[in-house]
């Protein structure tokens, strides 16, 4: 099955999101506070492109 320009932005979505969580999850293990803050920071960072992604889907259908 080939995909088309909706899947992959779909696809890359839900990556993007599960990559949110990861990072929102190591920020609250860490200890180190330097590590907490670069994890707290990189969530945010892919919580915008997740947000750009759902704009891009919701333009697309």
């Known amino acids: ?5 909706l899947d992959y932005l779909k696809k890359t979505l839900l ?3 599960e990559r949110v969580r990861d990072f929102m999850h190591y920020s609250q293990t860490m ?6 803050k670069f994890f707290r920071t990189y969530a945010e960072t ?5 947000r750009r992604l759902q704009e891009l889907i919701d333009q697309t259908q």
């Open 46 to 50: 892919e919580g915008y492109h997740a």
């Open 1 to 5: 099955m080939e995909m088309n320009e």
């Open 15 to 17: 990556e993007t999101q």
């Open 31 to 36: 200890k180190d506070k330097n590590l907490k």
